[in-house]
Nanobody
Framework: VQLVESGGGLAQPGGSLRLSCVASGFTFSDKAMSWARQAPGKGLEWVSGIKSDGSATYYLDSVKGRFTISRDNAKNTVYLQMNNLKPEDTALYYC??????????????WGQGTLLTVSS
């Protein structure tokens, strides 16, 4: 399994950014996917998840209405569109593949992460 995140960087409060995660080594279209983040000095926090066919999406309360998860199974890619960014969104963002088509089950692997810094 290989998961490669990209798209992180420096954003201003209120700004937008889109993260991407390209997956390989498993049947992407069969598995639910999630994004999680780790802020400096804190533990890993689940942020959002999506079922294999994109029919259902799930969000951490603090990002609802600001973040949108989506996927393109033809490109083996999952995205996280982040709008109205806040300084507290600053973190290393990881994507992960679930063992099954549910975001409530365990994650098989996480990528290396992409860093988002929100600051003026």
């Amino acid at each position: 399994v290989q998961l490669v995140e990209s798209g992180g960087g420096l954003a201003q409060p209120g700004g937008s950014l889109r993260l991407s995660c390209v997956a390989s080594g498993f049947t992407f279209s069969d598995k639910a996917m999630s994004w999680a983040r780790q802020a400096p000095g804190k533990g890993l926090e689940w942020v959002s998840g999506i079922k294999s066919d994109g029919s259902a999406t799930y969000y951490l309360d603090s990002v609802k209405g600001r973040f949108t998860i989506s996927r393109d199974n033809a490109k083996n890619t999952v995205y996280l569109q982040m709008n109205n960014l806040k300084p507290e969104d600053t973190a290393l963002y990881y994507c992960g593949n679930h063992n099954y088509d549910t975001v409530y089950g365990p994650v098989d692997a996480w990528g290396q992460g992409t860093l988002l810094t929100v600051s003026s």
